[in-house]
């Protein structure tokens, strides 16, 4: 290989839409019209037409819209949300910025998914929502989560942040629960140029709530219903967004195409390939993450042979430092393994097939 195999590349995909995103950046600067302008109504509109949701709230990173989702149902002081151990640490921290606890239910080894099997015994008074993460891209098992949420009453807010464009049952993500919250992280199957966000919810009232809370609490100039925050999308992000969003399900089928060459090169009896559901499921590998047992020996591995990895996520969020007053005693056996085992090689849709044989040769030559 003679092109330096990259984990992630925004380079080509820059190239092929450069025309339209400069144009529409140089008149978005032109016009003066920096934040909450025509772009970002126009991203709202396309993003609830693509996704199936009555309405879509933008606002600056998918951290703020767990905050935004969360406050927006009143959850906060002596409240509880259960959620996934196996996880970015923002789906934790929102929970804990409004001042409510996270509970941990341990995870599907192979989906890496939530276990909506362990969740009903976690549930108790002070339990009001729960917050499942669409992980890697492939739908929890959001069925059975939200017959939970009905029974017990609890409110449901699903972490799409790596998700968009998966499917359960030909439904989006993102519209199961009472929100869906969305990120625009470069890295994101629809990501920006920095950092963005999206809630979508069916709500009219929420709507007009989450719409206050992004804007300092109120949507007159000095009048505030609410102690809110800055969190607005701007122009420019919505721009890029408009753009990526018209050639999302051709970015997506190539991730699909690279995912299904590796399933078809990578034979090692060492290697366990990452599990897709076959129950009228759609995944978008947002990450192709892989088990390996003897981790360290197959980043040297990796590493003598110029092949780029990730780990997500070597710690389960109830072991991070930042989370220590909780006294957590957590021992989730399926997450602490996984937490292991985990590993993640390169997938993004401009990956070359030879890139992709030549990291499969170089897995498949690991003993």
């Known amino acids: 290989m003679n092109k330096k195999i990259k984990i992630f590349d925004l380079s080509e995909q820059y190239e092929s839409i450069s025309k339209e995103v400069d144009k529409n950046i140089l008149n978005i600067l032109k016009s003066g019209q920096y934040i909450l302008g025509g772009n970002v109504r126009e991203l709202e509109a396309k993003f609830s037409n693509f996704i199936g949701s009555k309405y879509s709230i933008s606002c600056n990173s998918g951290t703020d819209a767990l905050i935004l989702s969360l406050r927006a149902l009143n959850i906060g002081h002596g409240d509880e949300v259960i959620t996934t151990p196996f996880t970015y640490f923002a789906t934790a921290e929102a929970i804990v910025l409004v001042g409510a606890k996270p509970i941990f239910v341990d995870i599907n080894p192979h989906t890496f998914n939530i276990n909506y099997k362990n969740i009903e015994k976690h549930i108790n008074k002070r339990t009001k929502a729960i917050m499942p993460v669409h992980i890697f891209g492939q739908s929890a098992e959001i069925y059975e989560i939200k017959k939970i949420c009905r029974k017990h009453n609890l ?28 990120s625009f992280f470069p890295t994101k199957n629809l990501g920006c140029a920095g950092d963005g966000g999206m809630i979508t919810t069916n709500s009219l009232a929420k709507m007009k709530i989450l719409k206050k809370l992004r804007n300092h609490g109120g949507l007159i100039r000095n009048v505030h219903e609410y102690i809110g925050y800055n969190s607005r999308l701007d122009e420019i992000q919505a721009s890029i967004l408009l753009t990526k969003i018209k050639i999302i399900n051709s970015l997506d089928k190539k991730r699909n195409r690279i995912a299904k060459l590796y399933k078809s090169l990578i034979k090692n009896q060492l290697i366990t390939l990452p599990y897709e559901c076959e129950d009228n499921s759609h995944h978008v590998y947002n990450q192709y993450t892989i088990k390996v047992k003897n981790r360290a020996k197959f980043i040297r591995h990796l590493k003598s042979n110029s092949i780029p990895h990730g780990i997500y996520y070597p710690i389960p969020v109830y072991k991070q430092k930042a989370l220590k007053n909780f006294n957590y005693k957590c021992n989730l056996k399926n997450t602490e393994k996984v937490t292991r085992q985990c590993i993640s090689i390169p997938i993004y849709p401009e990956l070359s097939t030879d890139s992709v044989k030549h990291i499969s040769k170089i897995i498949n030559d690991y003993k």
């Open 155 to 182: 409110k449901l807010i699903e972490d799409c942040a790596q998700s968009f464009g998966a499917k359960k049952n030909n439904k989006y993500t993102g519209t199961f629960g009472d929100f869906g919250c969305f």
